[in-house]
C-alpha cells in the first residue's frame, strides 16, 4: 500500500487549513496513496501558536471545525483514501479539550480518534485534557497506531504498539526538530516498524514531513523545506530491503522478550547440566 505524509500550512483559520487539507488529500489520491497524515493541529491550529491562550477555548469556532471535518469525510469517500488529521476535539465547556487525530476511512466516515496521552509541561493543566488509550487503524491489511509530538521521547508508546501488532506509526508533531527524528528513526529500528512523520509547512525548516522504513532509516523526506507538500512511499512487507528487519529480527525479539527460548536453551546446554547435577 501506498503512505502519503503531509506538510500544510497551520493557520488560525481553521476555513483555510480546512482547504489545505482537502487540496493535499486529492494530490495524495492522484498519486494513489491509501493513507494520507497531517501534522499536530493541522485543522484546528495548535495552543500558543494558533490558539494563542487557554480561554480561546471557549470562544473557539467549534462549529466551524465540525463542517470542516464533515467536508474532510466526504471527501476521504469520494476519493476512497483514508486520512489521519491533528485538530483539539471539544469536551464539556468547562473541560479542556483534547490534542487529537482523527481518523477518516475511505468509505467518509469518521472511525476512530487519537487522544494524546503524554502532555508536554505546557501543555498539561493549560492547554489540554490528557488521552487514555493507543489507536489502531487498518488500512488494506496494514495496520497503524497514531502517536503525537512529545510522545517521540517516550519509548513505551512504539514498544506498545509494537506488541499490538502493527505495522507502523502515524506520527504527527508541530515540528520534527534533530532529537525528534534521531528518537524516531531509533524507534523504527528498535521495534521494525514504518513511521510516517508530518509537520507543518512553516516548520519544516526544522525537519520535513518524512517516512521511516523498519530498518530505522528514511525512505523519503518531502522535497520542500519550507512550502506545502507530502512525501509518499510504498510499504511492503515482502521487500527484500525490510527481509532482515521483518522476516528476522522483530519475530526474534518477540520470543526474545518472552524469554522461553532462553530458559530451553540453558536446560538443553551440556554445561547447563552439569551444574544442576551439582
Keep these: 500500500m501506498k503512505l502519503a505524509m503531509a506538510q500544510t500550512v497551520v493557520s488560525s483559520d481553521i476555513a483555510a487549513n480546512g482547504a489545505a487539507i ?3 488529500i486529492r494530490h495524495a489520491a492522484v498519486d494513489g496513496a491509501r493513507l494520507i497524515g497531517f501534522c499536530e ?4 491550529g495548535y495552543s500558543k501558536l494558533q490558539i ?12 466551524g471545525q465540525e463542517a470542516e471535518l464533515r467536508s474532510i469525510a466526504a471527501l476521504c469517500g469520494e476519493l476512497h483514501i483514508h486520512a ?4 483539539a476535539h471539544r469536551l464539556a465547556d468547562d473541560c479542556l479539550p ?8 475511505d468509505l467518509g466516515t469518521l472511525t476512530t480518534r487519537y487522544d494524546k496521552r503524554f502532555l508536554s509541561n505546557s501543555e498539561v493543566g493549560d492547554w489540554y485534557a490528557p488521552g487514555r488509550a493507543p489507536v489502531i487503524l487498518e488500512v488494506d491489511g496494514y495496520s497503524f497506531g497514531c502517536a ?3 510522545e517521540c521521547q517516550f519509548p513505551e508508546i512504539f514498544s506498545e504498539y509494537e506488541r499490538m501488532g502493527v505495522d507502523g506509526v502515524i506520527f504527527a ?5 534533530e532529537h525528534f527524528q534521531i528518537a524516531l528513526r531509533a524507534h523504527a529500528g528498535l521495534n521494525c516498524l514504518w513511521i510516517g512523520t508530518a509537520t507543518p509547512a512553516q516548520k519544516a525548516p526544522k525537519g520535513p514531513a518524512g ?3 523498519p530498518d530505522g532509516r528514511w525512505i523519503g523526506q518531502c522535497s520542500s523545506m519550507s512550502a506545502p507538500g507530502m512525501v509518499i512511499a510504498t510499504l511492503d512487507r515482502c521487500d527484500p530491503l525490510y527481509d532482515v528487519a521483518l522476516q528476522k529480527a522483530r519475530p526474534w525479539r518477540a520470543k526474545a522478550r518472552q524469554g522461553d527460548i532462553y530458559l530451553e536453551r540453558m536446560v538443553d546446554h551440556p554445561r547447563s547440566r552439569i551444574r544442576q547435577e551439582y
Design 211 to 213: 517516512i521511516i522504513g
Design 41 to 44: 493541529g493541522a485543522l484546528s
Design 84 to 87: 489521519v488529521i491533528g485538530a
Design 98 to 105: 483534547h490534542n487529537s487525530l482523527y481518523v477518516f476511512s
Design 148 to 150: 503525537l509530538c512529545i
Design 52 to 63: 494563542l491562550s487557554p480561554s480561546d477555548c471557549a470562544t473557539f469556532d467549534w462549529t
Design 22 to 24: 482537502r487540496a493535499m
Design 173 to 177: 508533531s508541530y515540528g520534527l526538530p
